[in-house]
């Protein structure tokens, strides 16, 4: 066994079970709710399939929602292929499932691939869920496979991703108040 590699894998493991625990998708096709685009201006080009809605755009599917200052929806005839979206930063939030905690992150630019099944999560990249953080400049999940991808950059920082992972031992909590729960 490569023990250089058992840090990689730990990391994997930890970070697929961070961020998306349960069957977590951007924005469900296949769902019965429709898409909601608010923005101050729209833009349709339907002959490529193409709207573009700028200033304090708001994108939801039932409880989960995009928010950026601009956001461009890409159609075929199969429906929503991509949805791009660029901020100062973009937030995206993600409802709580499955008992994990709401998804709450936020980069420059977002961008969701229908037929990928991947979020991917670019400048700035920075993701929380339950107190945990994952940090780094391109963060990518594949939803289906459940694969999480990241990378650092170097003319941004040093280069590196930054996670940190609350301990799920109930021990170690403390309530709202800062006093300990242990047995």
């Known amino acids: 066994m490569n023990l250089a590699n058992k840090p990689i894998r730990n990391f994997t493991a ?14 469900s096709l296949d769902s019965d709710t429709p898409i909601t ?15 573009t809605y700028t200033g304090d755009v708001t994108l939801t ?15 075929d005839e199969n429906g929503l292929r991509r949805i791009e979206a660029t901020g100062q930063p973009a937030h995206y939030r ?13 980069a420059l630019n977002i961008t ?24 780094g ?23 590196r991703v930054e996670m940190v992972i609350q301990p799920r031992s109930s021990q170690n909590r403390q309530d709202s108040d800062g006093s300990s729960q242990g047995q």
């Open 14 to 27: 930890a970070l697929a079970a961070l961020l998306f625990a349960g069957s977590a998708v951007a924005f």
């Open 37 to 51: 685009v608010k923005a101050n201006s729209a833009r349709l080009d339907d002959s490529k399939g193409v709207a």
């Open 61 to 75: 599917q039932g409880a989960t929602e995009l928010t950026a200052d601009k956001v461009i929806l890409y159609r």
């Open 94 to 106: 993600q409802p709580a499932r499955n008992g994990e905690g709401e998804t709450d992150a936020r």
């Open 112 to 135: 969701y691939s229908a037929p990928e099944n991947r979020l991917t999560f670019e400048r700035e990249a920075v993701i929380e869920q339950n107190g945990n953080l994952f940090r």
């Open 137 to 159: 400049n391109i963060i990518h999940y594949d939803s289906v496979d459940r694969v999480v991808t990241a990378e650092g950059s170097a003319s941004n920082g040093n280069g």
